[in-house]
């Protein structure tokens, strides 16, 4: 879902996949440096908006997802965020909210008022995202950039 959505964007867009860089655990002391935390803090404070597509573990963004926030803090701040998320069944859809709370009271992050969630029933048997949910990352994309532009005078 988040590569689909990367490339609705134009050319300009960065996609960074976590699973691919190695980010310390945040420990509070010693992580902060690792100069991937050095990086990634570079591309979300020069990001217009950000996309944050995470599973749901457990009623929550999974740890990956909160610890890039633990390690990059302060660059998250007035940020347009949208969420991408997936899980195993119907009942976790409000499991973004935490999260959202959390980047909206910490860091003053503008949320964008949809967000993706997709379980079991948004896929084909082959693993690739079905057409409805399909327009629903290209609404999501549609309001990332609309929201951008609206925000930044562009």
């Known amino acids: 879902m988040a590569e689909y959505a990367y490339n609705l964007y134009c050319k300009?867009?960065?996609?960074?996949?976590?699973?691919?860089?190695?980010?310390?655990?945040?420990?509070?002391?010693?992580?902060?440096?690792n100069p991937n935390v050095d990086i990634?803090?570079?591309?979300?404070?020069?990001?217009?908006?950000?996309l944050l597509a995470s599973p749901?573990?457990?009623?929550d963004f999974n740890a990956v997802a909160k610890n890039l926030i633990e390690l990059t803090g302060d660059s998250w701040t007035d940020k347009l965020i949208g969420f991408?998320?997936?899980?195993?069944?119907?009942?976790?859809y409000m499991s973004p909210m935490s999260f959202i709370n959390s980047l909206m009271l910490d860091f003053?992050?503008?949320?964008?008022?949809?967000?993706?969630?997709?379980?079991?029933?948004?896929?084909?048997?082959?693993?690739?995202?079905?057409?409805?949910t399909k327009d629903r990352i290209e609404e999501l994309v549609d309001s990332s950039i609309f929201l951008s532009k609206v925000l930044h005078n562009t």
């Open 108 to 132: 003053r992050c503008i949320i964008i008022p949809r967000f993706v969630y997709a379980d079991k029933t948004c896929f084909h048997k082959n693993g690739n995202v079905n057409d409805a």
């Open 56 to 59: 749901i573990y457990n009623y």
């Open 84 to 92: 991408i998320s997936s899980a195993g069944g119907k009942g976790s």
């Open 40 to 50: 990634m803090k570079g591309y979300i404070e020069s990001s217009s908006s950000i």
């Open 12 to 33: 300009d867009a960065k996609f960074i996949d976590l699973q691919k860089i190695e980010l310390p655990m945040c420990d509070g002391d010693k992580c902060y440096d």
